[in-house]
């Protein structure tokens, strides 16, 4: 008998079903849930490790929330980990990638939802005040078993109406504290409602429409046309003016009577209109790296009105426009900050070469809907001017990103709209002067000399 085959096999066998019951395991899960705005803002702080010490290359996050506008990971040395979405009809599926595959992998994730924090009741009157109501899960949605987890929720008032209490739990002024649970299943959805006075403003931009136009000559035009609603919950009844101002801490605390966005710091030629024309009631506050520009729109918005008006600037090119002989490169915001915990149902950016530009390149920070690039025709202008258009959905603040727009101009093409205008003006010129010597009269008049 071979017992070297024998101790072979065993050892095989061995390794096999220690394969077969291999697992990834959350050793410890902590959570944090900001519910202090309109947006629900998470922070996972996941142990996760395999059971039979296998190294783990791919983590899965599930998510049940169908409104995920932002999420990333780090691992433990706070390096970004790629990302792929998987297709799922009843949920969110993430495939996170490691650099190195280790048998222990600490994660990070943080995700901004949208929509999941509505007004509850869904109308009030003017001077009542706006309750909320947060739908989640207890637990994390994860398709892998949980030892030990808990939570900590944070609330924009400490006036709690009610949530759901699975012990042990512990409140404190605004917080909530849930937890430690342990041996959680997998794909567990149980339901977590919280129902508090939620005050702070429900903006939410239907659409924005964002211009951006270079000029070689020193300058870039920025332009933003918004329409905005107020989507907390809706006035109830007639608005009294008189009742707003007779105290204005008191009545209305719903309403949003300003707000502040923020511009580029060398920003100039500040304007803001509506419909109406320009609005005066705007302040500006120069600050060391940015404008703290506060907006007041002419009328206070309560649950379910809207706004629309357009605001905009002059920045200098050199600070967003690069040159190396014919190539440029444009590097700018995609979106800039509208207001505090903003969140855009869709955006429409579009970016307006100089004529004669070409072999345009677009780069962006995440994916975006390429739309069909046109010619846009201004004064002076023969072929036209290109316009790069492209549009993203459901938007938040973590989506300021930079992008980069590549193309090559021939610096003789600066030449082209100073000899058309001094084209133009020699033509009128000559037009002139023959207008004046030529004689346009009927009748014509001799005189005689006398004898």
Known sequence: MNWNCLYLAIISCLLL???VKAEIINKNVERYLDLSSQLVKTTIKINAEDSAGVPIKEYVFTAKEAN???????DALNND???RKEQSNDDQRFVLTFEKALPKQTIQIETVSVGNVKPYPEEI????KQLVKYAGLLYLYSKYKTVTQKTQIKLSSSNIISYTQVKPFSVSSNKIILGPYENIKALSDEQLAIHY????????????????????WGNIAVKESIEMIHSGAKLKGSFSRYDFQKDGRQSGQSAVKSYRTYLPASATGVYYRDMNGNISTSNMNVQRDFIDLELRPRFPLFGGWKTQYILGYNVPSYEYLFSAGKNYQLKMRLIDHVHDNMAIDKAVINVILPEGSSNIELMTPYSIKRRQNE??????DTTGRPMISFSRSNLVENHISDFTLKYTFSRVSLLQEPFLLIGFIYFIFILTIIFLRLDFSIVSYHHNKSE
């Open 81 to 83: 980990l790629k990302l």
């Open 125 to 128: 009157k003017q001077n009542e």
């Open 68 to 74: 995920i506008a932002y999420i990333s990971a780090k």
């Open 197 to 216: 006075e939620n005050q702070t403003p429900f903006l939410t931009v239907n659409s924005l429409e964002r211009t951006i136009e270079v000029s070689h």
């Open 375 to 380: 010619f846009i025709y201004t004064y002076l």
């Open 17 to 19: 079903l220690n394969s």
